[in-house]
């Protein structure tokens, strides 16, 4: 796997140039300022997942069309290829492992949120789905003021089209697999 931030980097630039944005159109688009735009494509930022969302947000595309890269006919992928994207000043830890690509509408996740960590997700485009499956610990779901708890071994399921938080509520590390389903 090709290091995450010039594959960011890339895509982005690929992506404003081809609809024929400037710096300044995206930078209304997403509310990430223009400065933080142009230090992303000229590789000098390592954004945060949050940045990612607002990007892809404002953009209306999924968050890992960010991290798009051409496939092979089977792939082995090891954890420590991974470049983790990070929140909660790294103790929210997300590795996409099997990134959104044209080919299907969704993306794949492992996440490690450290004792005490939290990470805030932005709604995102209508009918997004997202379906969590809990490996290690206990998720705290926050959506629209209701709390949902997700213990080790069970699941959840539900549309991502408005503003979400995700907590650890357990003593130690909570570790969960998060798919993201695009209906197209």
Request: with cysteine; charged share 30%.
């Amino acid at each position: 796997m090709d290091d995450i931030n010039n594959v960011i980097a890339d895509n982005l630039k690929r992506m404003r140039k081809e609809n024929r944005w400037s710096l300044d159109t995206v930078a209304e688009m997403t509310g990430v300022s223009k400065s933080m735009l142009g230090q992303i494509e000229r590789k000098e930022s390592s954004p945060t997942v949050a940045t990612l969302w607002k990007i892809a947000t404002g953009l209306h595309i999924s968050f890992t069309a960010l991290l798009e890269q051409s496939e092979k006919e089977a792939e082995l992928i090891k954890k420590e290829m991974i470049k983790p994207l990070l929140s909660d000043e790294g103790h929210f830890r997300l590795y996409p492992f099997f990134p959104y690509t044209t080919k299907r509408n969704f993306e794949m996740f492992s996440i490690e949120l450290d004792e005490n960590s939290r990470s805030v997700s932005e709604a995102h485009e209508a009918g997004t789905e997202e379906l969590i499956l809990v490996f290690e610990g206990c998720l705290i779901l926050e959506i629209e003021g209701t709390s949902y708890t997700v213990e080790k071994g069970n699941a959840i399921r539900f549309l991502a089209d408005y503003p979400h938080i995700y907590k650890n509520g357990a003593n130690g590390m909570t570790r969960i697999c998060m798919l993201i389903y695009y209906k197209k």
